[in-house]
């Protein structure tokens, strides 16, 4: 029943779709996550630099946050660095995590109240459209690409990989074979094993 159940209908779709792109099991995926993530902080902590911390830890103030000085530059820092590091890919899982902190301190102090959608159009007239207050949705979508990279790796063409060398011959099988199916040929060797267990049962019953 087990080995019927992994050769379903479904199993062997999934099975079969996963050759269609086998690049995407080296980690391209990886690679526009990390164009996005890094420069969209890039740019927001270049922008609150251009405008100044001072400006910047004015708006804290307002949001009631405690040494908004000290927290203005420590945000400018992460976004810059910290974008820096996805867009290169190196040291990811360490860079997400204060990336991750300035993204959960926007949620619940900025953009929980405006509600989920980060666009919000209001109306459009001469002087070109108007939109409301952002809310939640985009900070949650860079917690989910942080989160991705760090299950999944910073893919090729990243820093790490000049810190972290593959074993020889590691995933060579997989990439020359592809991953094996419960329906192939180990399931054709099952069932021959099998097979011939019944037949050799057989024989010695009709012996008796």
């Not at 989920?116 to 070109?128: C, P, Q, R, Y």
């Not at 207050?133 to 000049?162: F, H, I, K, M, N």
């Not at 997989?174 to 021959?192: A, K, Q, T, V």
Request: net charge neutral.
């Amino acid at each position: 029943m087990q080995a019927m159940a992994e050769c379903s209908p479904i199993n062997v779709l999934i099975a079969r779709s996963s050759h269609l792109m086998p690049s995407l099991r080296l980690g391209w995926y990886a690679i526009p996550l990390r164009l996005i993530v890094g420069f969209g902080f890039m740019e927001h902590g270049y922008a609150k630099l251009v405008r100044g911390p001072d400006s910047f830890a004015d708006i804290l103030h307002a949001l009631g946050m405690p040494a908004p000085l000290l927290l203005a530059w420590g945000t400018i820092l992460v976004e810059l660095f910290g974008g820096l590091a996805v867009l290169i890919g190196a040291f990811i899982p360490l860079a997400s995590i204060p990336m991750a902190i300035v993204l959960l301190v926007a949620i619940f102090a900025v953009h929980l109240p405006n509600g989920f959608s980060s666009i919000k159009l209001e109306s459009v007239t001469a002087v070109g459209a108007h939109f409301g207050q952002p809310g939640y949705e985009t900070d949650l979508l860079y917690l989910a690409a942080l989160v991705a990279l760090v299950l999944g790796g910073s893919g090729p063409l990243a820093l790490d990989q000049l810190f972290l060398r593959r074993r020889p011959g590691e995933g060579a099988h997989e990439r020359n074979h592809g991953p094996s199916s419960p329906c192939g040929r180990g399931g054709e060797r099952s069932e021959r094993g099998g097979g011939g267990r019944h037949r050799r049962s057989d024989e010695q019953l009709a012996s008796r």
